[in-house]
Nanobody
Framework: QVQMVESGGGLVQAGGSLRLSCEAS????????MAWFRQAPGKEREFVAT????????DYTDSVKGRFLISRDNAKDTLYLQLNSLTPEDTAAYSC?????????????????WGQGTQVTVSS
């Protein structure tokens, strides 16, 4: 099993920045892809970004490209998401997720370890 705990959410004004962290513990050697998903009230969970074992292997949903940056520190078993130029449309509960290697990494159902979520609220 892998346990994952997010931190770093909060309330920020539009145009501001936040940095989310997700610390994994347990059988972390089994982790391949890690990702961030978000869910706004009344909306379905949405893929945000993913990163493979290599720092260069990243992918983002179009709405956050150029504004968000995903990274991971494998030595610390920690995943990060730097959120810049935030807009009210980014308001959501952000959850980190992890799984083994493989394809289809934008699909939430392929991830089997999840954090509890951290709330990001962007005011206009």
């Amino acid at each position: 099993q892998v346990q994952m705990v997010e931190s770093g959410g909060g309330l920020v004004q539009a145009g501001g920045s936040l940095r989310l962290s997700c610390e994994a513990s347990g059988r972390t050697f089994s982790i391949g892809h890690m990702a961030w998903f978000r869910q706004a009230p009344g909306k379905e969970r949405e893929f945000v970004a993913t990163i493979g074992l290599s720092q260069g292997n990243t992918d983002y949903t179009d709405s956050v490209k150029g504004r968000f940056l995903i990274s991971r520190d494998n030595a610390k078993d920690t995943l990060y998401l730097q959120l810049n130029s935030l807009t009210p449309e980014d308001t959501a509960a952000y959850s980190c997720a992890a799984r083994g290697p493989g394809s289809d990494y934008r699909t939430a159902s392929t991830y089997y370890y999840w954090g509890q979520g951290t709330q990001v609220t962007v005011s206009s």
